[in-house]
């Protein structure tokens, strides 16, 4: 392996296909809050208040519902190249697509499908927007400010980190057994906990998207919302507070099935000492600090992913199974 890895700086955006879009619009604009940013027929580009690029969420209308891909943004245009090279040399689906031929707003791209058979977009250039930040007329909703992670279901987390780990990931925490085997991992570029993480289970899938809000208070507005309008079947885990991350949080499910966690005050991992926190897998706060149990369809339940032919891609079994551990004699693992 020659090749450099690409400099990625940030999870950028996720493309969903879901099968009614107006029902989607309902849940993503006017419940969660997101803005959009261009809207035709068939597809809806959607951001946060705080976000200075055109979307960071994609929702394109189709027959069944699926991850279409994941987007990276790279430092420079070169990285594209570089991210090209990166994944031929792995022996891995890989395809041009070039500005004005793939997603709107994105210049040159590549998309590959990666080790852990995620379809994923590496993307320099995307069109700037209007700064919405101090609009506080237009928030509502749960007024989301940005995208902040992808979390991916994978068989084998050894593996995902080993290949995050090449493409220059840091890790800031884990979950692990008594031997130290992986049961999750949480890593990053940009300066807070995660890009992505990885949750042990049948994959590819895509367990959930992760978007932030400034504050606790609109986590509790946007469940509050949920129940209200006697919708609050699409509330599946939470609020709560992690022990993974120390953020607070709530998870959603959208009329497709799609999984969103609302997520605000984890911390800074920049500093270059930062050092990986690792959980024992019998630790009861480790998902729930205050001890609260996960949900079995939190565990069980994703999204399928697409390949780069559009077609639904494959998944293998999970090699651990997290839900099925139990906590240490004394109750306290
Ligand atoms: O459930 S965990 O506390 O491990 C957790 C899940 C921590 C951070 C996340 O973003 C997440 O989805
Ligand atoms: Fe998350």
Redesign the pocket.
């Given at each position: 392996m020659n090749t450099p890895a690409p400099d990625v700086i940030r999870s950028a955006y996720a493309q969903l296909i879901v099968t009614d879009l107006p029902a989607a619009r309902w849940f993503w604009v006017d419940m969660l809050g997101l803005h959009p940013q261009y809207e035709d027929a068939a597809s809806l580009y959607l951001r946060g208040t705080d976000e200075l690029t055109h979307h960071s969420l994609v929702l394109r209308k189709g027959e069944t519902a699926a991850l279409d891909h994941l987007a990276y943004r790279v430092r420079t245009p070169e990285d594209v190249g570089r991210a090209e090279k990166f994944f031929t040399e792995l022996g891995r689906p890989v395809r041009r697509v070039p500005k004005g031929r793939g997603t709107r707003g994105v210049g040159d791209a590549v998309r590959i499908i990666d080790p852990l058979g995620f379809p994923v977009e590496f993307f320099h250039e995307i069109e700037h927007a209007e700064r919405l930040i101090q609009r506080y007329d237009l928030r509502h909703g749960a007024e989301v400010a940005r995208l902040d992670?992808f979390?991916l279901c994978t068989p084998d987390i050894t593996a995902a980190h080993a290949h995050y780990t090449s493409l220059g990931f840091g890790c800031s925490e884990t979950?692990e057994g008594d031997a130290h085997e992986l049961y999750?991992a949480?890593m990053y570029r940009k300066q807070t906990?995660?890009d992505v993480?990885f949750t042990g289970g049948a994959g590819p899938r895509l367990h959930?998207v992760?978007v932030a809000t400034h504050e606790s208070h609109q986590v509790l507005r946007c469940a509050d919302l949920f129940g209200a309008l006697r919708k609050q079947h699409h509330v599946e885990r939470g609020p709560g507070r992690?022990?993974?991350?120390n953020?607070f949080?709530l998870y959603l499910r959208d009329p497709d099935g799609h999984r969103v966690?609302i997520?605000t005050s984890d911390y800074y991992t920049g500093d270059p000492d930062h050092e990986t926190y690792r959980w024992s897998v019998h630790d009861d706060r480790?998902?729930?600090f205050w001890g609260n149990a996960?949900i079995e369809s939190w565990y069980e339940e994703a999204t399928p992913v697409l390949g780069l032919d559009g077609t639904p891609r494959p998944v293998s079994d999970a090699l651990l199974d997290e839900s099925a551990v139990r906590i240490g004699a004394d109750g306290l693992g």
């Amino acid at each position: 392996m020659n090749t450099p890895a690409p400099d990625v700086i940030r999870s950028a955006y996720a493309q969903l296909i879901v099968t009614d879009l107006p029902a989607a619009r309902w849940f993503w604009v006017d419940m969660l809050g997101l803005h959009p940013q261009y809207e035709d027929a068939a597809s809806l580009y959607l951001r946060g208040t705080d976000e200075l690029t055109h979307h960071s969420l994609v929702l394109r209308k189709g027959e069944t519902a699926a991850l279409d891909h994941l987007a990276y943004r790279v430092r420079t245009p070169e990285d594209v190249g570089r991210a090209e090279k990166f994944f031929t040399e792995l022996g891995r689906p890989v395809r041009r697509v070039p500005k004005g031929r793939g997603t709107r707003g994105v210049g040159d791209a590549v998309r590959i499908i990666d080790p852990l058979g995620f379809p994923v977009e590496f993307f320099h250039e995307i069109e700037h927007a209007e700064r919405l930040i101090q609009r506080y007329d237009l928030r509502h909703g749960a007024e989301v400010a940005r995208l902040d992670h992808f979390n991916l279901c994978t068989p084998d987390i050894t593996a995902a980190h080993a290949h995050y780990t090449s493409l220059g990931f840091g890790c800031s925490e884990t979950i692990e057994g008594d031997a130290h085997e992986l049961y999750a991992a949480w890593m990053y570029r940009k300066q807070t906990v995660h890009d992505v993480a990885f949750t042990g289970g049948a994959g590819p899938r895509l367990h959930h998207v992760g978007v932030a809000t400034h504050e606790s208070h609109q986590v509790l507005r946007c469940a509050d919302l949920f129940g209200a309008l006697r919708k609050q079947h699409h509330v599946e885990r939470g609020p709560g507070r992690h022990g993974v991350s120390n953020a607070f949080y709530l998870y959603l499910r959208d009329p497709d099935g799609h999984r969103v966690e609302i997520y605000t005050s984890d911390y800074y991992t920049g500093d270059p000492d930062h050092e990986t926190y690792r959980w024992s897998v019998h630790d009861d706060r480790r998902r729930d600090f205050w001890g609260n149990a996960v949900i079995e369809s939190w565990y069980e339940e994703a999204t399928p992913v697409l390949g780069l032919d559009g077609t639904p891609r494959p998944v293998s079994d999970a090699l651990l199974d997290e839900s099925a551990v139990r906590i240490g004699a004394d109750g306290l693992g």
